[in-house]
């Protein structure tokens, strides 16, 4: 059974940083895409970043470039989320998500429909 279970949310200040985890079990997510994504009240499910099977990662949106890193540590088969600059309106609950698929377009990677795993999510809130 593929299981996701992300940890390292809270509460932190404006400026601070937090870096997520996810580690995978079940499965050897090494040769896949794997990404995160983040859900605000009221709002939809919204890309932050992605790393493709073959480690590279893609484009941020403009709003998290420069001040979040993903990473992955196959060896352990964990996937990171590095968050530095946080602001106030980075707050929401962070997923972590795996696909199936290793081929899909850097545009196919930022949508939630292309993974098929999803973590539990770790709730992010930056006060000002």
């Known amino acids: 059974q593929v299981q996701l279970v992300e940890s390292g949310g809270g509460l932190v200040q404006a400026g601070g940083s937090l870096r997520l985890s996810c580690e995978a079990s079940?499965?050897?997510?090494?040769?896949?895409?794997m990404g995160w994504f983040r859900q605000a009240p009221g709002k939809e499910r919204e890309f932050v970043a992605a790393?493709?099977?073959?480690?590279?990662?893609?484009d941020y949106p403009d709003s998290m470039k420069g001040r979040f890193t993903i990473s992955r540590d196959n060896a352990k088969n964990t996937l990171y989320l590095q968050m530095n600059s946080l602001k106030p309106e980075d707050t929401a609950v962070y997923y972590c998500?795996?696909?199936?698929?290793?081929?899909?377009?850097?545009?196919?990677?930022?949508?939630?429909?292309?993974?098929?795993?999803w973590g539990q999510g770790t709730q992010v809130t930056v006060s000002s």
């Open positions: 790393v493709k099977w073959s480690g590279g990662s893609i």
């Open positions: 998500a795996a696909g199936d698929y290793r081929y899909y377009s850097d545009t196919s990677l930022k949508q939630p429909a292309n993974y098929n795993y």
């Open positions: 079940g499965r050897t997510f090494s040769n896949y895409p």
